[in-house]
Structure formats: structure tokens, C-alpha cells
């Protein structure tokens, strides 16, 4: 495809999109983007996965005889 043909099916494309407004939930997309509210607190989490990560660290030391 030329670059005539190509730059005009680019500007058929962007036309198209700028006219495009498809329905959009602005309730769901606020719930997206400002996060929902966790059970569970930060440092429990950070608790939970320090606990996995000192499981592993004891299973990956030489064991000392």
C-alpha cells in the first residue's frame, strides 16, 4: 500500500474513533480506578507474605550437620 492510501486510511480510522462514543459504565470505571475497600489491612498481607517467604528461605538453606 502506498503512503497516500495508507495515511488516508489512517485518517478514515482516526475520524471514525474520534466520533466513536461507546456507553461506558462511569460507575464501574470509578470503582476501577479508585480501588475497592480490602478485608484485610496492609500489614496483614505483609505478614502473610513474609511468613511464605521465610517457609521457603528455611527450605533453600544447606541443612548443617
Given at each position: ?14 475520524r471514525e474513533?474520534k466520533s ?36 521457603y528461605k ?8
Amino acid at each position: 500500500m502506498g503512503r497516500g492510501r495508507q495515511k488516508a486510511k489512517h485518517t478514515k480510522i482516526a475520524r471514525e474513533l474520534k466520533s466513536f462514543s461507546p456507553d461506558v459504565n462511569y460507575d464501574a470505571l470509578e470503582r476501577e480506578l479508585t480501588g475497592h475497600a480490602h478485608d484485610e489491612s496492609y500489614a496483614d498481607e505483609a505478614a502473610k507474605w513474609a511468613e511464605y517467604a521465610d517457609e521457603y528461605k528455611a527450605a533453600d538453606e544447606p541443612k548443617r550437620a
